[in-house]
């Protein structure tokens, strides 16, 4: 035996079969030999009554002195009762992102995973997470193992995600066959919350004790701060009056009025059901949305339209498919892009007029409670018990919403919006009110 020194190390030659050459002073330290040339160093040690070998790395990698420490490092280890070499077959055998997804879309599939109120998501949700999976998160964390991830590695995946570094066109089975992956502050914040969701979800394994994704400030995206202003809003209603003189467009144009004189997600108006519809009780009875089952009054504009529907359609759906089939109105993205494509709204998306619904309810003075109840958000009890007793406030609430939007549609102007603070003038107005919402109402029964 010789103390292992770079000029013993570069001197040994190379034998028919591999063998070690043990350092003198460090017992257990040692040089493995290969044919090929190859030397790398190792220490070898006892545990649980067997001889075990650990690799500390390459020579040229790794120096002689370098080696040493690690070797003290490891040894130190052994005599407190650790035992490297199975550390490591542990680690290398560690769960790798692209595996926790595999386990996370399977349970995705079969609605063990929850979300609001603790429903399996739905159908619709749990497409877009597959998607980001597979065109964000794979291509960006698959071979890295879920141990390994920290704040700064998820940090610089939110950022290529930002910067479009899995932007790209794939195979689908819309969109004519294929679709447009695009990044973005959007994109990139939405994924990062799912790969937060992703990683809970592998604490509940028991594979991390901690989420790395927790703290991280994601972007924000700026197309849910957009809203209509008055001025707007009448440019909105001279486009549908001017795209209504296009027959594809009939159906489309009835669809975005009623998102925005309802403050309703797009898929809850497109894919709109009679037996949801509830014209005596002046309400949409929701048996599928986003917050799962949701009760959204709906205002006088609202009714008289639907009533009118009614008369002409007979299907399952308030919005058919064409040739009258029994589906629910497929177009409507096509369209919209038609009708908006070059207008002083353009880059205006369905959201923007449910964003614009609650911000029109904030300036004529209603409160949250209210706002929330009229658009289905999920506000825990308080907002179940304020439909269900005080669901006359809530209609007339949505009729002056609705009405006072469909009256901007129509070109109308309002010098002012906000309710007087003046008592005697808000009881004047509120019997004005009350008298004008009864007349028709009277009339209709």
Known sequence: MVKLTKRVVDAVVAEAKDYVLWDEELPGFGLRIF???KRSYLIQYRSGGRSRRYTIGTHGIWTPEAARREAKMQLAR????EDPAEDRAELNKAMSMKELCEL???????GLILGKGGRPKKKSTVD???GRIERHVIPLLGSRRVKDLTKAILTKVMRDIMAGKTRAFIKTSKLRGRANVRGGPGTAARTLGLIGGILTYAVDLGIIDSNPAHGIKRPKDNVRSRRLN???YRILGRMLKSAGQIDKFGPTIDII??????????GEIINLKWCDVDLDGSCLRLSDSKEGKSVRPIGLPVVEFLEQQQSENSGTYVFSGPRGEDTAFGGFPNHWGEIFLGSPLEGVTPHVLRHSFASIGNDLGFTEVTIAALMGHA??????KYIHVLD???IMAADTLSGYIAALLDGAVFKQRAYSLDRGSRKAALADFIARQEAPRKKAA
């Open 230 to 232: 008055d001025g707007e």
């Open 78 to 81: 052994v005599a407190q009762g």
């Open 128 to 130: 877009i997470d597959l």
């Open 379 to 384: 506000k825990g009890t308080v907002t179940s």
């Open 257 to 266: 009025r009623q998102i925005a004189l309802t403050g309703c997600r797009r």
């Open 35 to 37: 044919p090929t040339g």
């Open 392 to 394: 006359a406030a809530l």
């Open 104 to 110: 996370y879309m399977q349970d995705l599939r079969d």
